[in-house]
């Protein structure tokens, strides 16, 4: 499978917003964005559950494209950020107080395509709830997944959750591709290179989910 093909194709879908969202600390990247909704169009999803929203941010992604519904999962909830995303969003868009590692497991519905976005929680521990839901969902976005070379044992930590996956966002072709998205990031940051700015950072991982290739 062309991660990369499936990306261009559904760019043109995801391109408004991914140039005009407005981005708040601690947001995952465009580029991490886009390849997630670009599944989302390619197997048809009808469901996204959300852990982890903060600012907002890709949950206001999550809602600027397409026509799924969305459940987001938040346990430090920001005020302001829900307001501003319930007044939007209503419509397609639950917000939810409380912890992802117990909620997610509810809010999938059986008898919709779903796909979860996980960041929050994070990188391993997001790699323990994803085989309690992986049966029911198309497939699942783990965030903040460690870099091949990060510090901290981000080797290990990488391998340990990377049995089974499908595609990591750092991946050169991709970022050759789409990594101008996060030009709005990384010309704040104080990095050179989009290479030395996505080695600072973490990435996405796409893992199957057991209706992977059902219907697809």
Avoid at 148 to 175: P, W
């Amino acid at each position: 499978m062309d991660f990369c093909e499936i990306a261009r194709r559904w760019e043109p879908e995801c391109r408004d917003a991914l140039e005009t969202v407005q981005i708040g600390g601690g947001a995952m990247l465009p580029s991490e964005l886009l390849m997630f909704l670009a599944l989302c169009f390619e197997n048809r999803i009808e469901l996204v559950v959300e852990s982890g929203r903060k600012n907002g941010f890709s949950t206001e992604m999550l809602c600027s494209v397409g026509d799924w519904r969305v459940e987001s999962v938040e346990t430090h909830v920001i005020a302001e950020a829900d307001a501003r995303l319930a007044s939007r969003y209503d419509e397609r868009l639950t917000l939810r107080h409380g912890n992802g590692k117990l909620l997610v497991p509810t809010l999938i519905d059986t008898k919709k395509r779903t796909a979860v976005l996980l960041d929050g929680p994070k990188s391993t521990g997001a790699n323990l709830l994803y085989p309690k839901i992986r049966d029911s969902i198309v497939f699942c976005g783990i965030h903040d997944v460690p870099l091949l070379g990060s510090e901290g044992g981000g080797d290990s930590r990488r391998a340990s959750i990377a049995n089974g996956v499908l595609y990591f966002t750092d991946d050169e072709k991709y970022l050759a591709a789409f990594g101008h998205y996060d030009r709005v990031w990384m010309d704040g940051s104080g990095y050179k290179s989009h290479g030395d700015f996505i080695k600072a950072r973490c990435v996405l991982g796409i893992f199957p989910g057991g209706l992977w290739d059902v219907d697809r």
